[in-house]
């Protein structure tokens, strides 16, 4: 058996040392990335942790650029991998994709291709690219697993569940994201900041009474009491699992994402905003130097793997549901809880990366084991969520189902509203 991750930032960190911890498994790993040094630290981190699980397997570094589709297939070619892990950032997900398809080569990957900012990637939108794949997965007959983080990912399969287990109708789901850890710094991103700040910066589309509704980001908020870590301040965002479960969750009402911001981070996030440096776009300097603000803001800014050792506190991160369950109203929360500085004594990282990684070897193994190896292209909605609860708390991700009182609505501010 071998296994081909490609991508080494901050989830490819913990996606290796999952790897390695599983290698009984998966067998020989090759760790690939545009930067070979990167690979490099990551594997010595893995081994000075100790967390190579069989040393008769290989775990070795490669040099590949993930936009260029020949190289990837001649990488694929000669490491002869059972399934393709994509670590890397979402925009290379396509080109991961056709490689896949062109060397018949299983695929997985934890976030969906588009930056869900531009015209034609948000949303509604958001998984065309990728859904383009179905028929020439299922010809070539292998597995693609879509979205298998945490959200996208765990709270999607949550969602499965609650479908599956806990209702006879669903009226809602909202999926929330806290992050309540202090890293210490005035100002960092927790994963890659280009794809961080594309992500947050763009309107919030949500699903209700099957239509799509838009709004700008951060003028919808609503306040939620969360197991541990208490009352935070959530923001209606544009996020992968609306559009895909919208798809494949038969929900009534609405569905929506929303993600916890401080208000100090939304200080820095809007000035930044509002004087360009989140733009993509490039520009030209007085020196003729042609480059993106986004880009320069991401040099600039910390390397969210250099954080994590310096991280106290926890992540919440769960999908709320409303329904009815025989004939009475029902409403839940099925959550997780991440300590960062477990995360750390553990892989060196931090609970964001590490919540991104462990579901994508809980769905790795499950692919591995033949519980989800099903010929064609999945989302993780579409898979039976009972084996990937049950392996999950193995990996590192307990979780937990909360009663809520169905009569308590949640109240959605409008925000920054002429």
């Not at 490669?62 to 925009?91: F, R, Y």
């Not at 010929?375 to 999950?392: A, S, T």
Request: charged share 20%; proline share 5%; net charge negative.
């Amino acid at each position: 058996m071998a296994v081909l991750q490609i991508g080494a930032g901050g989830v490819g960190w913990v996606v290796a040392h999952k790897l390695a911890q599983h290698n009984d498994v998966f067998g020989d790993i090759v760790l690939a990335s545009r930067t070979l040094s990167k690979c490099d630290t990551i594997i010595e981190s893995v081994l000075r942790k100790n967390n190579l699980k069989d040393a008769s397997k290989s775990l070795k570094s490669a040099s590949v650029d993930a936009d260029d589709i020949v190289s990837l297939v001649t990488l694929i070619q000669e490491t002869k991998p059972d399934l393709v892990v994509n670590a890397g950032p979402p925009w290379v997900n396509v080109a991961i994709m056709e490689a896949c398809v062109r060397t018949k080569t299983a695929y997985l990957d934890t976030s969906v291709a588009t930056d869900l900012c531009s015209e034609g990637q948000q949303v509604p939108e958001a998984y065309d690219p990728q859904w383009a794949f179905r028929e020439r997965f299922e010809e070539a007959g292998i597995t693609g697993l879509l979205g298998c983080g945490f959200d996208p990912g765990v709270v999607s399969v949550f969602a499965a569940y609650a479908w599956k287990h806990l209702f006879d109708e669903i009226d809602t789901i909202d999926v929330m994201d806290v992050n309540a850890g202090n890293h210490g710094r005035k100002f960092a991103t927790n994963f890659d900041p280009e794809t961080n700040m594309l992500e947050i910066q763009g309107d919030s589309f949500y699903w209700e009474e099957g239509e799509w509704k838009r709004t700008e980001c951060h003028t919808r908020m609503m306040e939620f009491d969360f197991p541990v870590v208490g009352s935070h301040k959530v923001y209606s965002m544009a996020h992968d699992e609306v559009r895909s479960l919208a798809e494949f969750i038969p929900v009534k009402k609405r569905i929506e994402f929303w993600m916890g911001f401080g208000d100090n981070y939304l200080k820095y996030f809007n000035v930044m905003r509002d004087i360009g440096l989140l733009s993509p776009d490039p520009v030209t300097t007085v020196d003729g130097v042609t480059v993106s603000p986004l880009k320069v803001l991401k040099a600039i800014l910390p390397e969210p793997t250099s954080l994590a050792k310096d991280y106290t506190g926890n992540t919440c991160i769960g999908t709320m549901v409303s329904g009815q369950k025989d004939g009475k109203a029902r409403k839940v929360f099925v959550y997780n809880i991440c300590d960062h500085k477990a995360c750390y004594n553990e892989v060196e990282s931090q609970a964001i990366s590490y919540t991104t990684a462990a579901p994508a070897i809980t769905a790795a193994l499950l692919y591995f084991k033949g519980a989800w190896n099903q010929k064609g292209l999945f989302n993780v909605e579409q898979l039976d969520p009972d084996p990937f609860l049950e392996l999950m708390p193995s990996i590192g991700l307990g979780w937990e189902v909360l009663e809520l009182d169905p009569a308590d609505g949640e109240t959605i501010n409008w925000l920054n509203q002429a």
